[in-house]
């Protein structure tokens, strides 16, 4: 069965830098995918960050991330990164993956939004402190 497993979270220091990864299994390799980055802070809602599609590499990120937030993808190891610059404390969240197969990402509202996503990680935290 397909499953994501993001790792990297912990607490960090306001203005360092974070990278996440994303690890998938169980689809089979080749197929086309799209994976989305999302996070959620407590009693917000969720927020898509951006996305990747596998085979042609393209990424896409929500405005409020562009220039601090990097994707990037490994896939011959079939892990997905985020790369997370200047930490602000509004970065603390939690952060999931999620992926979408045989499809691509499509346009930026398509691959931020999270009902393009059949797969779902478990999320792993990330603490931005002073």
């Known amino acids: 069965r397909v499953q994501l497993v993001e790792s990297g979270g912990g607490s960090v220091q306001a203005g360092g830098s974070l990278s996440l990864s994303c690890e998938l299994s169980g689809f089979i390799y080749g197929d086309p995918y799209c994976v989305g980055w999302f996070r959620q802070a407590p009693g917000a809602p969720r927020v898509g960050l951006g996305s990747?599609?596998?085979?042609?590499?393209?990424?896409t990120y929500a405005e409020s991330v562009m220039g601090r937030f990097t994707l990037s993808q490994d896939t011959a190891k079939k892990t997905l990164s985020l790369r997370i610059d200047t930490l602000q404390f509004g970065d603390t969240a939690m952060y999931y993956c999620?992926?979408?197969?045989?499809?691509?990402?499509?346009?930026?509202?398509?691959?931020?939004?999270?009902?393009?996503?059949?797969?779902w990680g478990q999320g792993t935290q990330v603490t931005v402190s002073s």
């Open positions: 990747i599609d596998n085979r042609s590499g393209k990424s």
């Open positions: 999620a992926a979408s197969f045989n499809s691509l990402c499509g346009d930026r509202y398509s691959a931020l939004t999270g009902s393009l996503y059949s797969y």
